[in-house]
């Protein structure tokens, strides 16, 4: 499908992130305790994991937005320990003090992101199964043939609005809209829905003043596609929930597409962002991708390693008093999962430099019950997408030094926020299935055009007037909007 669902047109749009958010917020709060937002903290999260790790080892208490006192896992195998010990460090959010005592208000930009939903996400034991084992059945119905097919004609569609000026922002024009569109179609909606999608996702996750707004437009146009694919299942991921012999309701549908949906786009994009960051500005890795020595999949751990897509991940709840890294915690207290944190401890990575090609170890994806489930499906987009990129633009190049990119940061992640780049101008041909499904719409806009044609003309006739209907002005196409957008 291809065009908008009926009754479309008053679809909400997100409203864009307060650019005064975070100002005057000390870096020091209550308790003498550092805080993981504001200014200080979003300009050097690594450096401030790195002082958190030298002031209290494996664990540390941090403050989040609205100052609530909670633990910072930094050390590896205490990360591990947490994560694979669910009868200790819970994912069910509700066990935490601070929900418990009413001291989260509604509108806290840390609700869409820690609050309690019917997912897996936040379940435990035979509940977590359940609803686990249908997103992975949904998820591993995909082909990696079929992945790549939609990754090709999306990147090749972007490369070709480019092509011929030969320049480019990678971030904007590539990354930030590639995971996102093709999740859409993974997910059985229409194109129309991916630039808006993007902007609402980045938003939700930088716990902006507007994460509710963002995260309501998700989930209404989520619940869209449930109520379209009730009446007209396809090949699809809302498709297969929604028949799994789980027996999920809407409500669980929609939560675990909701999640899907943005865990894969933030993952993907940083992902992607930071692989090409890589492969332009690091010596040694095109040095061995060019000469063969080192494959692309393998470089990508590389990536893993020193820049997870999800700087931390929100969270467990302890179940009962216990210990973890040296620091006795209480049973209520909520803690992060430090993946980027983890991923340096000097215990695991005494040496920085060494290369880890290939090596699986990282936190990026999680581990135990919880382990991301559709990393393979993320890896895959991300490392389609950088070959189909590279094939096309082969001399792609940075266009500026590197010591002028510069990132953006939230609580939760760490974003790349330009890579301009430039490249010899070419034609790009477009992706057969892009021609095919433009085909595929106009044969719909042109049937719909001629049913309300019809319907008019009918109309008239019974009320003895001469038909005067005319044919409905077309919306543009989303190809149409994201070319103009592109080109302004």
Not at 450 to 464: F, H, P, T, Y
């Amino acid at each position: 499908m291809t065009t908008p669902f009926p009754g479309d047109a008053a679809a909400p749009v997100p409203l864009p992130g307060c650019p005064a958010h975070g100002r005057g917020i000390e870096p020091i709060g209550p308790g003498g305790l550092r805080r993981l937002y504001g200014p200080e903290a979003e300009a050097d999260p690594a450096g401030l994991y790195e002082k958190l790790r030298a002031e209290y080892g494996e664990v540390a208490p941090v403050l989040l937005h609205g100052d609530h006192r909670v633990w910072l896992i930094l050390g590896h195998g205490a990360n591990i320990t947490a994560m694979r010990t669910p009868s200790l460090f819970s994912r069910d959010s509700r066990l935490w003090s601070a929900f418990r005592n009413g001291e989260v208000p509604a509108d806290s930009p840390l609700l869409p992101v820690v609050a309690w939903q019917p997912i897996c996400v936040f379940a435990d034991g035979e509940e977590h199964r359940r609803l686990r084992g249908a997103v992975l059945d949904g998820l591993n119905g995909f082909d990696r043939r079929g992945v790549r097919r939609h990754v090709r004609r999306f990147t090749t569609d972007l490369v070709q609005v480019v092509g011929t000026t030969g320049r480019a922002e990678l971030i904007s024009q590539f990354a930030e809209h590639l995971p996102m569109l093709v999740m859409t179609k993974l997910i059985g909606m229409p194109d129309e829905y991916g630039p808006q999608l993007v902007d609402a996702a980045r938003d939700l996750m930088k716990g902006s003043e507007t994460a509710i707004a963002s995260n309501e437009y998700v989930v209404a146009s989520l619940r869209r596609t449930i109520a379209v694919k009730r009446d007209h299942p396809g090949d699809d991921l809302t498709s297969r929930l929604l028949a799994h012999p789980a027996g999920l309701t809407d409500d669980e549908v929609m939560e675990h597409l909701r999640v899907v949906l943005l865990a894969a786009n933030e993952t993907t994009v940083n992902l992607i962002a930071d692989s090409l960051k890589m492969v332009l500005t690091d010596p040694r890795f095109r040095a061995h991708l060019s000469g063969g020595q080192m494959t692309l999949g393998e470089a990508l751990d590389q990536v893993l390693w020193d820049s997870p897509p999800m700087s931390l991940v929100a969270g467990r709840c302890a179940t009962a008093d216990t210990e973890l890294g040296g620091q006795q915690i209480k049973a209520g207290d909520f803690l992060l999962l430090g993946l980027a944190a983890g991923n340096v401890d000097p215990v695991v990575r005494p040496d920085l430099a060494t290369p880890l090609y290939g090596n699986r170890s990282h936190l990026a994806f999680g581990a135990g019950p919880h382990e991301c489930p559709g990393q393979d499906i993320g890896r895959h987009v991300a490392e389609a997408g950088i070959d189909i990129l590279l094939t096309l633009l082969p001399d792609l190049r940075l266009a500026v030094p590197e010591e002028e990119l510069t990132w953006s940061s939230a609580w939760i992640s760490r974003h790349l926020t330009a890579l301009p780049v430039e490249f010899t101008p070419r034609e790009i041909e477009p992706d057969p299935e892009s021609v095919a499904e433009a085909e595929r719409a106009a044969e719909e806009r042109a049937a719909r055009a001629e049913e309300e044609l019809q319907a008019a003309e009918r109309a008239a006739a019974a009320a003895s007037a001469p038909p005067a209907a005319a044919v409905p002005a077309q919306r543009r196409s989303w190809w149409d909007a994201l070319t103009g957008f592109f080109r302004r």
